[in-house]
């Protein structure tokens, strides 16, 4: 199976060792856009170590234009949110003429750009929990392990040979017969941890050690629960919350997507979380104090960036 990764970033890199050691016949590559990191990569390899410390040099093609890769089988699409719409134009000449892209991106949004594009029947949208670290140019360390839940974009077409590859190559991968609540459920989790670490500048499990952090996340997943069913998807708020306080604890020592884009100076996916969360919520007339208070903190991160 060859496997194309869109975005060789954190996740990205992590995913690929993850396959490249599964013992499982996989053909890698990736699309990169231009950089250090790439650069690092191109000449000596992603050096990629796991959370119990095994070590691992990756060597596959990286390119920069879809031209130098070959036809695939599976694209994971893994850039941030901000860059569906960069690299959406370029999914179909990655794909065999049966190949399927994959998005594995945080937020809402991602795959109505990517349909514009790709064959709504070779598009699939799932949720991912492989937590990753880029600690500098050409190098990624695994978190805590994950799993990974797809579905078909269209909700008709038959894609669990997807699922199916990705787990018996180590993912932790399942199906689903539509992907859209499961990533409403990411989602909530998202909105209710992801800022506050980014805000706090701590791992995730700082959450937990303190009321007033307790309760900014039992509030902004309160809020995010509220807009998920007026859209239509019924969520349990005190069964959410139970769900965001295992992740806080099953990931304690995770540094979240969010804060890592802080700490490195770059832009958030705010918009694709938050932001997103609070546009449809004011669709439906909610009002959502905490969720408007901290998602304009971002805000004001993301531009002092620029």
Known sequence: MIVTVVGFGALGG????????????????????PGEHLEVC??????????????????IPMATE??????????????KAYSTADVAPLIPSLLKPDGVALS????????????RTCPLDRLALGTCTWGAFKPTPGAVRGGTEGAIRLGPYDGRSDL?????????????????????????????????????TALVRRPNGVLLE??????????????????????GYPFDTDTQQQ??????????????????????????????????????GSAHGLTLPT?????????????SLG
Do not use: Y
């Not at 070959?70 to 850039?79: K, Q, S, Y």
């Open 66 to 79: 879809p031209e130098a890769l070959e036809p695939a089988d599976l694209v994971l699409v893994v850039v």
């Open 210 to 231: 303190h009321e007033p952090s307790r309760e900014l996340v039992r509030r902004l997943c309160a809020e995010a629960v509220a807009v998920a069913r007026a859209e």
């Open 160 to 196: 669990r040979w997807v699922a199916n590859a990705l787990d018996i190559r180590g993912l932790n991968a399942s199906h689903l017969d539509e992907p859209f609540g499961a990533l409403w459920e990411k989602v909530i989790a998202n909105t209710a941890i992801n800022p506050v």
């Open 243 to 280: 769900r965001v306080v295992a992740v806080l604890e099953g990931t304690r020592g995770n540094r979240s997507s969010m804060l890592q884009d802080v700490e490195q100076m770059r832009p958030t996916e705010a918009q694709a979380i938050t932001g997103a969360v609070l546009e449809r």
């Open 104 to 115: 594995l991106q945080n937020g809402l949004g991602n795959g109505a750009i990517l349909a």
């Open 14 to 33: 992590h995913l690929a060792a993850l396959l490249d050691r599964s013992g499982r016949e996989t053909t890698l590559q990736a699309l990169q856009h």
């Open 42 to 59: 191109m000449q000596r390899g992603l050096r990629w170590e796991n959370s119990a410390g095994e070590e691992h040099t990756l060597h």
């Open 291 to 303: 969720l408007a208070t901290v998602h304009r903190l971002i805000e004001t991160i993301d531009a």
